[in-house]
C-alpha cells in the first residue's frame, strides 16, 4: 500500500489531528468562563477537563485497534463526522452533564488522531515515513497548544460556546474533505479485532522497544503536562497577574518549539531516531532549569517553553517512526497502546503539577517536572544498548542482512539487541 504521499495531503493529515486534538484541550482556557455560564460549581468544574481525557483513553483501547482491520480512509471521515457531532453538542449544551456527555463523545473519536498517523505510515514510502510522521504529528502539537491561543481570544471575543462551534464546522468539513483527496485504502483486512486487541496485551508483555518507548512516553508528557497543565498558576500570580488571553499566548513559543523539531523525522529516516532520543530527552530536563525562573523573568519561561516543545516533539516522532517501522502490519493499534502511555502520563502531569504548586510553590512544580524528563532518561540510557552496525536499533545489524535497506527489519526475523519480530 505504500505508494507515497503528496504534500498536500500530508498537510491535510496534520490539520485533521490539530483540529482533532484540539476539541480535547479547547476547554482549558476557558474553563472557569464554561463552568458558570454551565451553572457548575468551583469544585465540579474539572469534570469539563476530565471528560475528554476519559474518553480518549477510551478511545485509544477501543476503537484505535479499527484501524488495521476497517477501510482506514473511511474511518477517518466517520471519526471526523462523531467528533464533530460531540464538540456541537457542547456548544450547544444547557447543562453540565450535556456538555460532559459532549466532551466525552468528542475525546473518544478524537482518536483519529492515532488512525490518521497510522494511514500516513502505512502509505508513505520507506524511506519518507519519518518525514511524514514528523509533520503530521506537528500538527498534533500545533492543536494542543494553538488552541489555548484561539480559544483564550475567541472566548474573550464571542464566548466559550463559539470555540466548540469553530471547532465542529471544522471537523465536518474535513470529514468531507479527507474522502476526496486520500488515497484509498487498498488493503484487505485479514485480522478480527479481537486478535488485534489480544495482540496489543502480548506487544505491552514481551515487545521490549514498545515497553521502553511507551515509559518514555509516559514521563515525557508527564513533564509536558506538568507545564501546560500549570502554568496559568504562576502567571495568573503576583508578580504578573496575565490574563486569559496573554497567558494563552504563551501557546506560540510551544509552537515554535515544536514546529522547531519537524526535522526530526527527517533525522530518524537517515538512523539516528535512539540518538535524538537521548540527546532530545537530556535538553528537556535543561528546559526546566529555565523555566524555573518564571517568577523572575519572562524571557526566560519563554526560552524554556521553546526547548522543552522542541525536546517532547523531537523524542514523540522517533517514537512512533521506531514503532511504526517495527510493526508497518498494525501500526495503528501500536500507536494507540503507545499513545495511551502518553494519556497516563499527561493525566499525571497534571495531577501533580496542581499539588505541587499549591502546597510549595512553582519551584516545586517545577521539579516534578524535571524529575519525569530525567526519568524518560534512565529508561532510554537502561534500554538503550551500543549497536554500532545498526543506523536505528531496529532490524538485525546490518552486516548481517544482505540486501536490506539500513533501518528496515527483515519479515519475521527477531533482532537480539531489541527483542521485536517484525509481523
Known amino acids: 500500500m505504500a505508494h507515497g504521499i503528496s504534500r498536500g495531503q500530508r498537510w491535510l493529515l496534520a490539520l485533521v489531528c490539530a483540529v482533532a486534538v484540539s476539541t ?10 464554561a463552568g458558570t455560564d454551565l451553572g457548575l460549581s468551583p469544585g465540579a468544574v474539572g469534570w469539563l477537563v476530565a471528560a475528554g481525557q476519559f474518553g480518549y483513553f477510551a478511545g485509544l483501547v477501543l476503537l484505535v485497534p479499527l484501524g488495521d ?41 478524537a482518536v483519529v488522531v492515532q488512525v490518521t498517523v497510522g494511514y500516513a505510515a502505512a502509505v508513505s514510502a520507506p524511506d519518507e515515513r519519518g518525514r511524514t510522521i514528523g509533520a503530521i504529528t506537528s500538527g498534533v502539537v500545533v492543536g ?3 488552541v489555548r491561543v484561539l480559544a483564550g481570544v475567541l472566548g474573550d471575543a464571542a464566548g466559550w460556546r463559539a470555540v466548540y462551534a469553530v471547532l465542529a464546522v471544522l471537523c465536518a468539513g474535513l470529514a468531507v474533505t479527507v474522502g476526496q483527496r486520500l488515497h484509498p485504502d487498498t488493503r484487505t483486512a485479514t485480522t ?21 518507548r511507551g515509559l518514555i512516553a509516559f514521563f515525557l508528557f508527564a513533564s509536558f503536562g506538568t507545564l501546560w497543565s500549570g502554568l496559568a498558576l504562576p502567571l495568573g500570580a503576583d508578580p504578573w497577574n496575565l490574563d486569559t488571553t496573554r497567558i494563552g499566548l504563551f501557546g506560540l513559543a510551544g509552537l515554535a518549539g515544536a514546529l522547531g523539531a519537524a526535522r526530526a523525522g527527517r533525522w530518524a529516516d537517515s538512523g539516528r531516531a535512539q540518538a535524538i532520543t537521548g540527546w532530545s530527552l537530556a535538553l528537556l530536563t535543561a528546559s526546566w532549569l529555565l523555566i524555573a525562573q518564571t517568577g523572575t523573568a519572562l524571557w526566560l519561561l519563554v526560552a524554556g517553553i521553546v526547548l522543552l516543545d522542541f525536546a517532547v516533539q523531537a523524542v514523540h516522532v522517533s517514537s512512533q517512526h521506531l514503532l511504526t517501522t517495527a510493526h508497518p502490519a498494525r501500526a495503528s493499534s501500536v500507536i494507540g497502546a503507545y499513545m495511551a502511555f502518553y494519556s497516563l502520563g499527561s493525566a499525571l502531569g497534571a495531577v501533580t503539577t496542581a499539588w505541587a504548586y499549591h502546597r510549595w510553590g512553582w519551584q516545586a512544580s517545577c521539579a516534578a517536572g524535571a524529575a519525569y524528563s530525567l526519568s524518560a532518561l534512565v529508561v532510554w540510557a537502561l534500554t538503550t544498548r551500543r549497536r554500532p552496525a545498526m543506523r536505528d536499533g531496529l532490524g538485525g545489524r546490518s552486516a548481517e542482512i544482505p540486501g536490506q535497506q539500513a533501518g528496515v527489519v527483515d519479515r519475521g526475523r527477531v533482532d537480539d539487541a531489541t527483542g521485536i519480530c517484525a509481523l
Open 69 to 109: 482491520v476497517l477501510n482506514r480512509r473511511r474511518l477517518i471521515g466517520a471519526q471526523l463526522a462523531l467528533t464533530a457531532v460531540g464538540t456541537a453538542l457542547v456548544a450547544a449544551a444547557p447543562n453540565g452533564a450535556v456538555a460532559v456527555a459532549g466532551l466525552v463523545v468528542s475525546g473518544v473519536f
Open 24 to 33: 480535547i484541550y479547547a476547554i482549558q482556557p476557558v474553563l472557569a468562563e
Open 192 to 212: 478480527r479485532y479481537t486478535r488485534v486487541l489480544a495482540s496489543i496485551g502480548r506487544l505491552v508483555s514481551t515487545d521490549r522497544l514498545f515497553l521502553s
Open 144 to 146: 494542543i497548544l494553538g
